[in-house]
């Protein structure tokens, strides 16, 4: 990360709170000397990035922190491997929502606060990055354009609720970036004369663009309102392609879109769809296993016309696999992102049970969300008075963007644009440092 002052003071960070992975940088020093730049902090082994994830074990004591936990790729192991205990990811898309101050149960017969669930995740980055001498207490948050698409004041209340969490867990000073903005001073490192960047920050979460005027000479100003040109964003992103991968790929195995048998003479009646959207979405997964749903869809038997989908969902419920599911069209999204297909094995609820998802079945599922997405990237630019062709370079960060289909649905509105691409995982975090290094030296 390129020097920016040699004066940066000791208690300074930035995060990225991702909705899918999470990165913290620091100043950087060199034999106890502050080099005046900043650095990612490895936070697991060598790796800059970690799973945002939590795993409360079922079994184990409380300490001062609260329930046992691992974290990043400790709690993804964890459950991969079968632990007894509670996944919780996608934490970031709760801000906004009235889950932020209910309580979830995680096993053991023990309760969390979704808010103390998060904070809990932002302690342990703080953690990581106090060392050497480094004790962060002013940080660099980076957030999404919009947490809340088209509601201001659920924005506002989740911007609130992350302030407090950082400030629970020690952080004194908290500001704000827009994702995208920091990806920009990313970028901005290698513009080599002044340009006008897209930036399509397509993460877990949100899909947030950004059009931002760079150069080398501009770049050491900590005033940058004026090389904004304009931002904006959809809450629509890696989350919904595995919510959509799994009701088209997966779920159809299951009874989700199946028909009921036909009655008096009456042409069937589609199977209730409810449940299938709940197992489909990480935050409302354990909603599904409650014993009155329980109860309920074992009554729903009759409603099936084939009673193999009953039986299928009701293994999942009844044996609380639908983190495994969703976790296994995440994979399947990624491995058909490329392009061609994979085959999906459930055979862990059925003896022999596969499906293929082919890449033309995942471009139905998500045609709708990838227009979406590139229709608010053309926004962005309309709303600096400008056009497509005006945009000298598309910078793409996020893991959202491997992708093919959507990288490329973006590019082929702005033909003339160089087309870059940045640490799908790292940029922003390393933009967030830059900002932060500018906005808090001494």
Not at 160 to 171: H, I, K, P, W
Not at 187 to 204: C, F, K, N
Not at 286 to 294: E, G, H, L, M
Not at 341 to 365: F, H, K, N, P, Y
């Amino acid at each position: 990360m390129a020097s920016t002052s040699s004066a940066l003071p000791r208690d300074i960070c930035a995060i990225d709170f991702g909705t899918s992975n999470s990165a913290v940088a620091v100043p950087a020093q060199e034999g106890g000397q502050l080099t005046g730049g900043m650095r990612l902090v490895p936070l697991e082994g060598r790796h800059t990035t970690m799973p945002t994830a939590v795993f409360y074990f079922a079994e184990g004591r409380h300490d001062a922190d609260g329930p046992p936990r691992a974290f990043g790729r400790a709690a993804m192991a964890a459950y991969e491997e079968g632990v007894d205990g509670r996944l919780m990811r996608s934490m970031k898309s709760i801000l906004g929502s009235s889950l932020i101050d209910q309580v979830t149960d995680v096993g053991g017969g023990r309760g969390v606060k979704y808010a103390d669930m998060l904070a809990g995740y932002l302690k342990h980055l703080r953690r990581q990055a106090i060392q050497d001498g480094i004790e962060p207490r002013r940080v660099v948050l980076g957030r999404p354009v919009y947490f809340v698409d088209g509601e201001p004041a659920r924005d506002a209340a989740a911007q609130a609720s992350l302030t407090a969490a950082a400030r629970a867990v020690g952080f004194e000073e908290v500001q704000f970036q827009f994702e995208p903005i920091a990806a920009a001073f990313d970028y901005e490192q290698q513009a080599t004369r002044e340009q006008r960047v897209l930036v399509a920050d397509i993460g877990g979460g949100t899909s947030d663009f950004s059009l931002v005027r760079v150069g080398p000479d501009r770049m050491q100003r900590l005033e940058r309102r004026e090389d904004i040109l304009a931002n904006h964003g959809v809450h629509i992103a890696g989350t919904d392609f595995d919510r959509h991968i799994e009701l088209a790929g997966i779920l159809r195995e299951f009874g989700y879109r199946a028909l009921g048998p036909a009655r008096a003479g009456q042409p069937p009646r589609e199977v209730p769809s409810g449940i299938y959207f709940d197992l489909a979405t990480w935050h409302l997964i354990n909603t599904c296993y409650s014993p009155q749903r329980v109860m309920e869809l074992r009554n729903m038997k009759p409603f099936y016309g084939e009673p193999r989908h009953h039986q299928r969902l009701m293994t999942v419920l009844e044996e609380r696999l639908g983190h495994e599911l969703a976790h296994r069209a995440e994979e399947a999204k990624i491995a058909v992102s490329g392009g061609g297909g994979c085959q999906i094995d459930l055979g862990l609820i059925e003896s022999g049970l596969s499906v293929e998802l082919r890449e033309e079945t995942a471009v139905g599922a998500l045609q709708s969300d990838i227009e979406r997405i590139a229709a608010a990237g053309r926004e962005t630019v309309a709303m600096a008075g400008l056009t497509p062709a005006d945009v000298d370079a598309l910078y793409f960060t996020g893991g959202s963007t491997g992708l093919r289909l959507l990288a490329e649905r973006i590019a082929a509105d702005y033909p003339q644009a160089q087309q870059v691409r940045g640490d799908r995982f790292a940029s922003v975090a390393t933009g967030l440092g830059l900002h932060a290094a500018r906005l808090f030296a001494g």
